[in-house]
């Protein structure tokens, strides 16, 4: 399979791919041939079924809405480009770019895109503010069935309350950030495995 | 904190009464005992004369008979004495949050062996090897065997066995090497103890414990990689430290001065042979009793016991052969978890899962609590400073350097490197158990002068590991994450951000595959499909198996789109928006999980069977546990609601300890949490595929809306007492009760978010244009499958196991087709929700 992966790649695409990604070649031919397993069209994009096929986003609370954010907008299909770009999120933070102040030019694993990834899971509609509505969506799709709407209404407003500095009953995107101070960033990146030894 | 001491009395006085009754009366007896277990009884009879002792003149009625049962009785009441101890442990939660369960339970037999020791001047009752080795380690090993995490075990086996191996041996000879030096250093006063003596003492004291290191780390929450490690080293370097024991005992027996290159390489020979042919042994009766499970179809009620004998015998076998009985019984285990859960009925597969969590948690409690009597013994206290402190010390240095250096070295290797964190925790986690201690006690008087020395060392090394590092290791682990992340009260959108990164994280996990998705892997399985599977599971299983989750999968949402089509072809558009939908379908898998209705689960046992590798069965334990969290939520609804958010967020899968938590019975919540979020998932997906492709919006919003609209869906679980009763009722009533209400909030909503879903407002204007709203792309294969193939892909999938669930879907489906979908979908005007067209009320009855 890993061979095939390769030979169907360029390793003009691959330098690419790595230049905006950061990914290593490995890391990328690897990942093409999960891309092409996943990919039960054999036409190079995956759709939403692809992802939904696998099983265990669907024991994944999140599992659609993390699939939704794979995809562009307005799109049902997305490419290996694309695929890694989302992927490239995940990587690690490195430690020249720990530092570095937010810019234009900025990685797409930097710790701002990587809250902006997360702001996105929460803001649906994309007007760059997470309203109540949307947070009690996303409240309760995390948490169990047990717990009833009254609660779930206080914590969201307390959570608005806490982090809404505008007083728009709103979170912004910037709001987000700073209350999101602590959030462990360290968590939120996956490294890629090839082979674990 | 009443009860507890109450308890605590009542078991002081149970010892007291037992120790009088017994120690005082029984004293040679059980000293008999203790030197050859097995044979106790039979020399008890004989003393007593067997039947009737002298000539009677008159017929008793009864008659005092405490020889016969003795070491029975005594045994029976030692367990339950240990256990006992255990509850009361475990009856106070602000303890045991501090001090590890392991280290109480040791102080609980230190105060025991106490007891002991002040009613007979001598202890009676110790941890012997026998006993230890041939009926309390088995079955944990065999536990920790068969509930390994398969997938991630082979994953991380390089870093295992390098652990395991090279770890073990580098303990083993730096302890003893620096021993000795020390002792030739003159730091020691005069031992008789000579070089091969400690490098036999290394090697003894150099493998982690697998019952002491699970016991803690349990109560640290380390990650799965960091804690398959560990575990995975401390199961296979018990094999190894056994080897290494055996071989310097061999070499301790020959003298130093016979000792040339050839037996050295004998022993480095053995060493693999012994290590090997253990697995092997182990891999035959794992095979063994797959093969076995494939018949065992006629007598399933003693079914669960071959997985218990056969690991026993295995144990026993590579014993007889000399080979590492460890190492067997592990890879008997591993081996036949997967064939035995495909083959074996699911009552049985239950029945061994929880016997075996009973069986291993009940012998690690009693050699624990062993542990600490037999340290209350004058006998094995042989001081001697330099010896004990520079061995605690030793120890634990070198497997600091070692960890690290090995780390170190792995570290170019592994993709993921193990963080220094992680390789702290690994290090700090060497904790020292029972197995040195067996073996320790096992060494030969004859031989080695020092015995009791040693034990003695090895007892306070135990000691040392396991309470001072266990207690320690939790702050220590806070401490040090907290130095990483600073974490403070964290804020509401804090928690829940992080939450949902490790969600976001699973998820990336999963599609990217990362869990080894390798070309080796890959090949390994087909082969395995091919072959392997071939020969140890049953056809019936051999089916089911692979696909088990990937059918329930599609089944779920080819119920789902029924359902929806059932909806829209009474003609109600509204009807798909509705909660009602989603009501009926919770209903529907609740009745089918639902314990309460005997006479349902009868008939549906089946059904279970069919997917019983995905979702096991909740037993009625899980009931109890539900209605004790939501009594705990109505006393926490006045507490903030940070607490309230802790307590119910989902867990993401890597808190998840899969199944080799020894104790851990809220693995049913676990597993309740995901069909939760499966049926979730599913119901989302079908309704956003209703809605052509743009999922969420106003799925979400309908949802939401809805549940403020009808407070008495408060809490599922609610509308799950009152419906599991009946669905069809429940249908009714759902359809009915949101059904006129529903219209207005569901439209505006939609209305007020243009451009809906996450992505694609183009996608939801094309889909509704080309009228294709029955057939979104991925819809369409479904719709195709269930009008085309006419048993459906339930019935192919899953041989119709369940009479009931045929013919509910039968039913369903003739009345699906019984309407002409075209028609019905141009026709689809709003009808008021005429009396809700329930799925025909026969299916059930």
Not at chain 1, 5 to 15: P, T
Not at chain 2, 719 to 743: I, N
Not at chain 2, 746 to 757: A, T, V, W
Not at chain 2, 792 to 806: D, F, G, K, N, V
Request: with cysteine; glycine share 6%.
């Amino acid at each position: 399979m890993g061979s095939r992966a390769s030979r169907l790649l360029r390793e003009e695409e691959i330098e690419e791919i790595k230049k905006e990604t950061g990914f290593s070649h490995s890391q990328i031919t690897r990942l093409y041939s999960r891309f092409t397993s996943l990919d039960k069209g054999e036409n190079g994009t995956l759709s939403r079924e692809d992802f939904q096929r696998i099983p265990e986003l669907a024991i994944n609370p999140l599992g659609d809405r993390i699939i939704n954010a794979f995809f562009p907008e307005g799109e049902d299909q997305v490419n290996f480009r694309g695929f890694m770009r989302t992927l490239a999120h995940f990587r690690p933070i490195e430690d020249n770019e720990k530092n570095k102040n937010p810019s234009a030019t900025e990685p797409l694993n930097s710790r701002t895109n990587k809250l902006l990834f997360a702001f996105r899971l929460y803001d649906l509609d994309r007007d760059d503010k997470i309203s109540r509505d949307e947070l009690l969506q996303v409240l309760r799709m995390m948490v169990g069935v047990n717990i009833s709407d009254e609660q779930l209404g206080s914590i969201a407003d307390r959570t608005i309350q806490e982090a809404d500095t505008n007083g728009d009953s709103c979170i912004s995107f910037n709001e987000f950030i700073k209350a999101s101070f602590v959030v462990n960033i360290h968590i939120c990146t996956v490294v890629l495995v090839l082979v674990n030894i | 904190m009443a009860t507890c001491w109450g308890f605590t009395l009542f078991l002081c006085m149970l010892l007291i009464a037992c120790g009088g009754l017994s120690l005082a009366s029984e004293e040679a007896e059980t000293r008999n005992s203790q030197r050859d277990t097995g044979t106790a009884s039979s020399s008890n009879t004989t003393g007593e004369g067997g039947h009737g002792v002298g000539p009677i003149t008159t017929l008793p009625i009864v008659t005092w008979k405490w020889h016969h049962i003795s070491t029975q009785y005594l045994v029976a009441l030692w367990i339950l004495v240990a256990w006992l101890c255990k509850l009361i442990i475990e009856s106070n939660h602000h303890v045991t949050n501090v001090i590890p369960e392991s280290a109480l339970l040791i102080c609980f037999g230190f105060v025991l062996g106490g007891m002991i020791w002040g009613a007979d001047k001598v202890q009676t009752f110790t941890l012997t090897p026998t006993v230890f080795f041939y009926f309390l380690l088995p079955q944990v090993i065999l536990d920790a065997g068969y509930h390994m995490p398969n997938k991630l075990f082979f994953t991380n086996l390089g870093a295992i066995l390098v652990y395991a191996v090279i770890g073990t041996c580098w303990n083993a000879a730096s302890l003893g090497l620096s021993l000795w030096g020390c002792h030739m250093g003159g730091l020691m006063a005069d031992l008789d103890i000579s070089l091969l003596q400690y490098l036999l003492f290394g090697s003894l004291m150099a493998a982690v414990d697998p019952v002491a290191v699970i016991a803690v780390f349990e109560q640290v929450h380390v990650n799965d990689v960091l804690f398959i490690i560990v575990f995975g080293e401390s199961l296979l370097n018990d094999g190894v430290t056994v080897v290494l024991f055996n071989v310097f005992d061999g070499f301790v027996s020959l003298g130093g001065s016979q000792i040339d290159a050839a037996e050295i390489v004998k022993g480095i020979v053995s060493f693999f042979v012994v290590a090997f042919g253990g697995s092997l042994v182990g891999i035959a009766f794992g095979i063994l009793i797959s093969l076995l499970t494939r018949f065992t179809k006629n007598i399933q009620i003693i079914e669960p016991g071959f997985i218990f004998v056969m690991g026993y015998l295995s144990y026993l076998t590579a014993e007889m052969l000399s080979l590492s009985a460890i190492l067997s019984t592990v890879f008997c285990g591993v081996l036949c978890q997967k064939y035995v859960r495909a083959n074996m009925h699911e009552h049985s597969v239950q029945t061994v899962k929880y016997a075996m969590k009973v069986f291993a948690n009940g012998s690690e409690t009693i050699i624990f609590v062993f542990l600490g009597i037999s340290a209350i013994d004058k006998i094995i206290w042989v001081w001697n400073t330099g010896f004990i402190l520079l061995t605690v010390f030793f120890v634990f240095v070198y497997r600091f350097i070692g960890v690290f250096f090995l780390t170190w070295i792995l570290n170019r290797y592994r993709l993921v490197p193990l963080e220094f964190i992680d390789q702290v925790i690994m290090s700090y986690g060497g904790l020292r158990g029972a197995v040195a201690y067996g073996l320790a006690v096992m060494l030969d008087e004859n031989k080695i002068k020092e015995k009791n020395l040693m034990v003695c060392t090895t007892l306070i090394v135990v000691y040392c590991t396991v309470i001072w590092q266990g207690i320690t290791m939790k702050p220590l682990v806070t401490w040090l994450k907290v130095k990483r992340a600073e974490v403070n009260e964290l804020t509401l959108l804090e928690k829940m951000t992080n939450k949902m990164f490790n969600h976001t994280l699973v998820a990336i996990e999963d599609i990217s595959g990362q869990i080894g998705h390798n070309y080796l892997r890959s090949k390994w399985k087909s082969f395995e499909e091919k072959w392997i599977s071939w020969i140890l599971m049953k056809p019936s299983a051999r089916k089911k198996q692979d696909e088990v989750f990937n059918v329930f999968h599609q089944l779920n949402l080819k119920d789902a789109m029924e359902y929806v089509a059932e909806g829209e072809r009474r003609g109600s558009l509204e009807f798909i928006r509705k909660e009602s939908v989603a009501i009926d379908f919770r209903k529907k898998f609740e009745s089918e999980y639902s314990e309460d209705m005997p006479d349902m689960r009868a008939n549906m046992s089946n059904g279970h069977r069919a997917t019983s590798t995905t979702r096991e069965h909740i037993p009625s334990v899980s009931v109890e546990m539900h209605e004790h969290t939501m009594k705990a939520m109505t006393e926490a609804e006045a507490v903030n609601a940070h607490h309230l958010l802790d307590q119910h967020l989902y867990k993401s899968r890597k808190q998840h300890r899969h199944g080799f938590s020894r104790s851990d019975f809220i693995i049913n919540k676990d597993e309740k949490e995901v069909q939760e979020i499966f049926k979730r998932t599913m119901k989302n997906r079908m309704e956003s595929a209703k809605m052509g492709g743009s999922p969420k919006t106003i799925v979400k919003h309908t949802k939401k809306e809805h549940q403020r609209k009808m407070p008495k869906g408060k809490s599922i679980s609610q509308t799950k007492l009152c419906y599991s009763g009946d669905e069809d009722f429940g249908f009714s009533e759902g359809d009915s009760a949101s059904g006129y209400d529903l219209p207005y909030p569901s439209f505006p909503m939609r209305d007020s978010k243009p451009g809906g879903g996450i992505e694609n407002s183009a996608f939801v204007s094309d889909l509704y244009s080309t009228d294709s709203l029955q057939t979104p792309p991925w819809l369409a294969e479904g719709e195709l499958d269930s009008s085309m193939v006419a048993p459906s892909l339930r019935a192919q999938a899953s041989p119709p196991t369940s009479p009931i669930e045929m013919r509910h879907l039968g039913l369903l489906r003739i009345s699906t087709r019984s309407t002409d979908t075209k028609q019905m979908n141009n026709d689809q005007l709003p009808l008021p929700p005429t009396p809700p067209p329930p799925p025909p009320p026969s299916s059930h009855m």
